[in-house]
Each structure stands twice: as C-alpha cells, then as structure tokens.
T-cell receptor
C-alpha cells in the first residue's frame, strides 16, 4: 500500500545533540512537507520541498535543516540551535504544490514524537 | 493574510448527540477548504473537502458546506460515536499554501 513512513516513532535527545527524523513516501508525490505540532496548537510549517534538490523555509525553520536528494525521502534534522525542540513532528506529501485545486490533498505520516531530556 | 478560526475545545458530547464544530475563514479569492481528523497518537487524515461555493463535502457521516456568504465551513454529524473522539482541523488552501486552524478536540462519552 502507498503511504508515508516516519521513523522513529519516539525519540529522546539530550540537550546539545542533533537528531534526524526520517520520512519516506512511495506515493510518487512531488511535494513533501514537515510540520511541527505542539499541544493545543495547530500545525506550523517548518520546511517544504516541491522537487528534488530544492526546498524552502516555512514559518518556523530556525534550528532545523532538511535535504531532498531523492524524490521519496525528506529527512529533517533538529539541530542544537532549536531552543525548544520537544514536539510532535509530522511529515506530509502531496502530488504538487503548483496547482490550486481540491486535488492537492496532503497525505500524512503517523508522526514522530521528540522529547529533549 | 489568510486565516482559519475554529471553535475552541474541548467539545464534550454524549454518544448519539448532534455535532457542530464551527470553522470560519478569511481569504482572498476562492480557496479550497478541508477538514482533517487526528486520532490519538497518529498523523492527520483527510476527512472531507470542498473546492467551490455551495459544495458539500461528506464522509463517514460527517458533512460540511462551503458557505462563501458567511465564509464558513462548519463540520456537522447527526449522531456521534465514541470512536469519533479525536482532534479535528479545518484548513484552507490558497496561494500555494495550506493554512490551518488550531484544532478542536472532540470527546464523546458513552
């Protein structure tokens, strides 16, 4: 079945460490996204990528980095510069970002919960 | 800029009650509108969508109608079940961006 796989589901990090969250999709989608979700809040966009080897900052990119070397993969690194990284991280994909239409629906992974000790 | 406002939760109902979760939006042009649902510990799933005025999206007994005159996309269900307990997000797609509401937590008691 096609979908998005995020790993690990749970991750613990010590202060000062970088960690990388994996996101893989087999939907043949062009666009991929990373969102951060905090309790009682909506989703905030960290980074997005419309095509391989290209990505753009979202609303809260500081302290995060991404790469898009393959169409299927969009890993997110949470760096030590991120001051409050404890959160639930969601990866998503869509066929494209280049069209304004109802077909441009996001498919989400199950999420990764990062806790800083 | 574009924005989405949802009613604050949690919303607590008894099983078989009627549900309404309010969603209003501010946008230029004619955005597409969505409801997503997030079950505990999971990612988000598309529940329903509408792409133009007066469209009605429906799925799993939930409905929402795109009302341009009131800039609203309220989510309704005639008879809720315990399994409907989740967080519901309203969102709009406009100018190549998805804009999210803060989410409304729904708790259904047996």
């Amino acid at each position: 079945d096609g979908g998005i796989t995020q790993s690990p589901k749970y991750l613990f990090r010590k202060e000062g460490q970088n960690v990388t969250l994996s996101c893989e999709q087999n939907l043949n989608h062009d666009a991929m996204y990373w969102y951060r979700q905090d309790p009682g809040q909506g989703l905030r966009l960290i980074y997005y990528s419309q095509i391989v080897n290209d990505f753009q900052k979202g609303d809260i990119a500081e302290g995060y980095s991404v790469s898009r070397e393959k169409k299927e993969s969009f890993p997110l690194t949470v760096t030590s510069a991120q001051k409050n990284p404890t959160a639930f991280y969601l990866c998503a994909s869509s066929p494209t970002t280049g069209q304004i239409s109802g077909a441009n629906v996001l498919t989400f992974g199950a999420g990764s919960r990062l806790t800083v000790l | 800029g574009d924005s989405v406002t949802q009613m604050e939760g949690p919303v607590t109902l008894s099983e078989e009650a009627f549900l309404t979760i309010n969603c209003t939006y501010t946008a230029t042009g004619y955005p597409s509108l969505f409801w997503y649902v997030q079950y505990p510990g999971e990612g988000l799933q598309l529940l329903l969508k509408a792409t133009k005025a007066d469209d009605k999206g429906s799925n799993k007994g939930f409905e929402a109608t795109y009302r341009k005159e009131t800039t609203s996309f309220h989510l309704e269900k005639g008879s809720v079940q315990v399994s409907d307990s989740a967080v519901y997000f309203c969102a709009l797609y406009s100018n190549y961006q998805l804009i999210w509401g803060a989410g409304t937590k729904l708790i259904i008691k047996p």
